[in-house]
């Protein structure tokens, strides 16, 4: 049935039944009149009621599909937006980095401290031309901001790893095995539970001297962890008659392990020395890891790597408060963020120093002077609020010191993940952080915050397994910063600490 045009329905409310009932078809005027029937404003009314029932759910369909297509643009927007505020985070923490290293050159004129690294190189490879460091070469040049970042985070403590190692007369290019255990970030916690620039495990840290409690961690306290871990390779360094290849396998996989190792060989008639030792991959590419970084640093020209210079003088000074302070107080008297103060103090693991010490604070040599001055000026009762205080203690007895505690204390040995094999396939997921959880907070979003899965989060705390979240406990989760960079970043260790394997 032809559709009656809208002028046309207009003229039949106006005339009467018959004369509507000869008006022509609006689409075919020529036609003949229509036949009127025994109700004729239904019949001519109900074609266009008709067509228009038809037509509605269509036009909600459409609308349907513009609805879905808008949602799913807006949601592509605010995950390309979310995408780049994780970029702009990670390039923001890289420029911070940066800025807080080069202000503390301050000596100019002073010698590179990288060139007195290279004049302390004692360590040989068996030949000129072996195959594995040259593949470890190979790949650190596949990677030059790995070597922009280490410098960065190495600036303020370099120069006193330098000096402990030649005061001790041990080779130099130890000073660069943080670079293959944590790329210089003493917040570096490996699955392993092994923590700081030395990767230290809780058992070991504690048989050389290194206090850890809920207050404060000597692992991530780069010079007390520094000077322990320089006791344990000259140990091994003896144990293992003076070969310091043996002694370094030995930090990496334990020196009961290599023990075997050796007399497995011995047994079987065959060399005894690292190089001919059937170790894990991990182990087999820890010693020409750091004669690749070695060889790469005493030329970075040659590979076309760009080393920042350091200055050979020291860059951090050490002052004993004596009793306990606020570290937001410190941070004010010395004239630095609280963030900038935490980088040279990443032990403490409160606001405040512990009741029982330690109380030392490093503050950039430059400030060190003022900070004495109008540290002089105030109280004890100054230095931290007894209402900071009763907080803190609060949150220490809250955590009950589980995240210790739980740490495996059964293998005496220095766990690592620095396989450098895999130095392009870095898992950055392993560099993890604590995370204190709030209000609201569930397993899912807390997994979607830190770029992770609720799965992985369970592994990490074993906890979560039989029970649900509770307010205020701690999570061990993988970093933001470095899961950001994971999506932002084709080239590994942009801030990752660690290598898979």
Known sequence: MNIISKQTLISCALLSLTACASLPDAETENTAPM??????PVAVVAPPLAKTAQLAPATKKKSSRKARRSAAKKATTKQAKAKKSRVQTVVRKQLSVEKFAASLDTNDDKQDLWTRIREGYALKAPTEDNGQIRRA?????????????ISNRASPFLYHIVEEIEQRGMPLEIALLPAIESAFEP????????AGIWQFTPGTARNFGLQLDSWYDGRRDVVAST????????????????????????????EGNIRKAIERNRSAGRPTDFWSL???????????????????????????????????SPQIEHIEIGSQ???????????LSPLDLKRLNPGYRRSITAPEGPFGIALPIDKADDFKRRLADLSAEQ????????????????DKDEDIKALPEDNNTVASNADAKNLLKVNTAKVLRQYRVSRGDTLASIAQRHGTTVEYLRSLNQALNTRGLKIGEVLQVPSKVTAASNETAKTPLKLASHFSN
């Open 187 to 194: 917040g570096a916690l490996s699955p392993k539970r092994a």
């Open 325 to 335: 302070i606020d570290l937001t107080v410190a941070a004010r008297l010395a004239g």
């Open 137 to 149: 070469i190979e790949r650190f040049v596949r990677a030059p901001s790995y070597f922009r970042d």
């Open 383 to 398: 230095l931290v609020s007894s209402s900071v205080k009763a907080q803190v203690v609060a949150e220490v007895a809250a």
């Open 278 to 312: 059937d170790l894990p991959a991990e182990t087999r590419n820890y010693i020409p890891s750091l004669l690749a970084i070695s060889t790469i640093i005493a030329k970075p020209h040659q590979y076309g790597i760009s080393l920042r210079s350091i200055a050979d």
């Open 35 to 40: 036949a009127v029937s025994a109700t004729p």
């Open 227 to 254: 000077s322990a871990a320089l006791d344990y390779l000259q140990k091994l360094h003896q144990e293992f008659n003076g070969d310091w290849f043996t002694a370094l396998a030995a930090y990496n996989f334990g």
